[in-house]
């Protein structure tokens, strides 16, 4: 799809082209919510400002020929050390947006996760593809839904349940508050005018299998129409969320189980200690608590203390393939690649994010050769500048 001056996805350069196209396509919104951090978004921020001062060694005369991308996450090979991360209402983003982004990721060699907050359920993407993806879970205070989320993800044969552990409550992002964000949307004059303007938008909407939360939908109070997201998720989300959810939700999931939010190193060594596989070391994209430190500057003290205990990913501010390189040095395995793709899925659907996917790819391919490595296993500490 082009947009009104021309830019087709398939022509983007980098990430912040399909951020542009993304911002033309979808209603500001939905784009408010995908963008936004929590409070002043000071988290948010320094998220991708702490990423941008780590600089990487060039080196020369290092033999760059023969560099492969291909790696290993959870023990299952990938293509390149990226996972699709989960974002909630992707298809409110581009009609049957989780399903057009998973089969994306699966063409690539690389794992889509599914939000609990999806817009498409767990058995649609099930049906639309071919390969197992993840699911990611939310602990609500219908304990017995969750275990029946927990079952449904098992009969959808996901390979891996990534668990998020912060949020218990909300962080408050004030752009959701100002726009009233509801889902469907609530057909007020405002709205209804700036909707006029993406009439391509509003027609994928209308064709798309599911217009609320395909995961909770008839099977939570209040889900055929959410007056304010923010108000519902207060209501629904478990404060007393604690270890003991964590070894409850362990004893049901016979698979890989992934837990994302971890930034703290007594966190990450009770996480190892938990039965977990992995943690994915997560600010939540700025979401939740503002004024916390940027995930990359949690990265190294993490990977110190637990690196040979636990898998290590990494989540928040990932825009480049340079950004994965900084990641991978300082101990991560694998980034989980968030608005990155979702700009992608926003500027041309399916095709958007396999865009999205080679571009990051594409960096990270040119940053290992400029960098004098061949393999990913070769991205050490020791190629980033002190």
């Known amino acids: 799809m082009a947009d009104d001056n021309g830019m087709s996805a398939a022509r983007a350069a980098c990430i912040e082209d399909l951020r542009r196209l993304a911002h033309r396509n979808v209603p500001r919104e939905f784009m408010d919510y995908y963008e936004s951090g929590s409070y002043a978004e000071e988290t948010l921020l320094a998220n991708r400002a702490d990423l941008s001062r780590i600089k990487i060694r060039q080196r020369v005369?290092?033999?760059?020929?023969?560099?492969?991308?291909?790696?290993?996450?959870l023990s299952e090979p990938v293509?390149?050390?990226?996972?699709?991360?989960?974002?909630?209402?992707?298809?409110?983003?581009?009609?049957?947006?989780?399903?057009?982004?998973?089969?994306?990721?699966?063409?690539?060699?690389?794992?889509?996760?599914?939000?609990?907050?999806?817009?498409?359920?767990?058995?649609?993407?099930?049906?639309?593809v071919s390969k197992p993806f993840w699911f990611q879970l939310y602990v609500m205070k219908d304990r017995g839904f969750i275990a029946e989320l927990i079952e449904r993800a098992k009969a959808a044969r996901c390979s891996a349940l990534v668990l998020t552990v912060d949020l218990q409550v909300l962080g408050q992002r004030h752009r959701d508050v100002r726009n009233g964000l509801s889902v469907p949307p609530r057909l007020r004059p405002a709205t209804l005018a700036r909707m006029a303007m993406k009439p391509r938008w509003v027609a994928g909407l209308l064709m798309g299998k599911r217009k609320t939360?395909?995961?909770?939908?008839?099977?939570?109070?209040?889900?055929?129409?959410?007056r304010s997201l923010s108000e519902w998720t207060a209501q629904q989300f478990d404060a007393a969320l604690s270890w003991d959810d964590v070894a409850w939700v362990r004893e049901r999931w016979p698979g890989k189980l992934i837990l994302k939010g971890i930034m703290e190193v007594d966190d990450a060594k009770a996480a190892a200690k938990s039965g977990a596989d992995a943690i994915v070391v997560s600010n939540h994209g700025g979401r939740q608590l503002d004024g916390a430190a940027s995930s990359i500057s949690a990265l190294p003290k993490i990977a110190d203390a637990v690196g040979s205990d636990i898998e290590l990913l990494f989540d928040g501010g990932v825009r480049s393939g340079q950004d994965v390189f900084r990641a991978l040095a300082l101990g991560a395995k694998g980034c989980l690649l968030g608005r990155a793709f979702l700009y992608g899925l926003c500027a041309g659907g399916e095709a958007g994010v396999t865009r999205a996917i080679r571009i990051v790819a594409s960096e990270l391919d040119v940053t290992m050769a400029l960098a004098g490595v061949r393999t990913i296993g070769e991205i050490k500490r020791g190629c980033l500048q002190e």
Do not use: H, K, Y
Request: proline residues 3%; contains cysteine.
């Open 79 to 128: 293509a390149l050390p990226i996972v699709l991360a989960p974002i909630g209402m992707l298809g409110m983003g581009w009609r049957d947006g989780e399903i057009a982004a998973c089969r994306a990721a699966q063409r690539a060699g690389v794992a889509f996760t599914l939000s609990t907050m999806s817009i498409c359920s767990i058995e649609d993407v099930a049906a639309a």
């Open 61 to 73: 005369l290092a033999g760059a020929s023969g560099r492969t991308l291909d790696s290993r996450i």
């Open 213 to 226: 939360f395909g995961n909770l939908d008839g099977r939570v109070a209040g889900m055929s129409d959410v």
